[in-house]
């Protein structure tokens, strides 16, 4: 299985846009949406910026075998009176492909394109097994050097990458 992580040209943010359909629709069960008149759960309203902010965030599809399988948005964040960190902001691998290390090794491809840097990712508290997979592949990479909170609606793991 060739699993690759590529950077989303602004040519193809259509199928980006596409692929955020299913994204959607496995986050319906934990958001409660429900779908538009026009058939759709709507679109995302960043999507643009990754073309925009070109210094802060990075669209990325997950293609395995030359298939999209999938999607990963990051952003860089810099607050004042905080170190900088990365975000993944989004992370989507289709049913299709999960549970077959997948997810896992884009994940880890993620964390070392920005090594050495600060990561901060979080999950919707009601999406247990995205919490599940988080805190595994965070825990295998960084070698349980990481720390793990809950805020309202969400639960953070922050390590260096």
Same mark, same amino acid.
């Given at each position: 299985?060739?699993? #690759?992580?590529?950077?989303?040209?602004?040519?193809?943010?259509?199928?980006?846009?596409?692929?955020?359909?299913?994204?959607?629709?496995? $986050?319906?069960?934990? &958001?409660?949406?429900?779908?538009?008149?026009?058939?759709?759960?709507?679109?995302?309203? @960043?999507?643009?910026?990754?073309?925009?902010?070109? +210094?802060?965030?990075?669209?990325?599809?997950?293609?395995?075998?030359?298939? @999209?399988?999938?999607?990963?948005?990051?952003?860089?964040?810099?607050?004042?009176?905080? #170190?900088?960190? @990365?975000?993944?902001?989004?992370? $989507? +691998?289709?049913?299709?492909?999960?549970?077959?290390?997948?997810?896992?090794? +884009?994940?880890?491809?993620?964390? +070392?394109?920005? &090594?050495?840097?600060?990561?901060? *990712?979080?999950?919707?508290? &009601?999406?247990?097994?995205?919490?599940? $997979?988080?805190?595994? *592949?965070?825990?295998?990479?960084?070698?349980?050097?990481?720390?793990?909170?809950?805020?309202?609606?969400?639960?953070? #793991?922050?390590?260096?990458?």
């Amino acid at each position: 299985m060739d699993i #690759q992580l590529i950077e989303v040209p602004k040519e193809k943010k259509s199928i980006l846009s596409c692929l955020m359909q299913f994204y959607f629709y496995d $986050f319906s069960g934990y &958001k409660g949406s429900d779908v538009l008149a026009n058939g759709m759960f709507g679109i995302y309203p @960043y999507l643009e910026d990754y073309w925009i902010d070109v +210094v802060h965030r990075f669209p990325y599809f997950i293609m395995v075998d030359r298939k @999209y399988a999938g999607f990963a948005l990051v952003r860089y964040i810099e607050q004042r009176y905080r #170190q900088p960190y @990365y975000s993944i902001a989004e992370f $989507f +691998v289709m049913k299709k492909y999960r549970r077959l290390g997948v997810g896992r090794k +884009v994940a880890t491809a993620l964390f +070392v394109r920005h &090594k050495g840097c600060h990561w901060e *990712v979080s999950q919707d508290e &009601k999406n247990g097994p995205s919490q599940l $997979f988080w805190l595994r *592949v965070i825990d295998a990479y960084t070698d349980g050097t990481f720390t793990d909170r809950y805020e309202p609606g969400r639960r953070i #793991q922050e390590f260096l990458g």
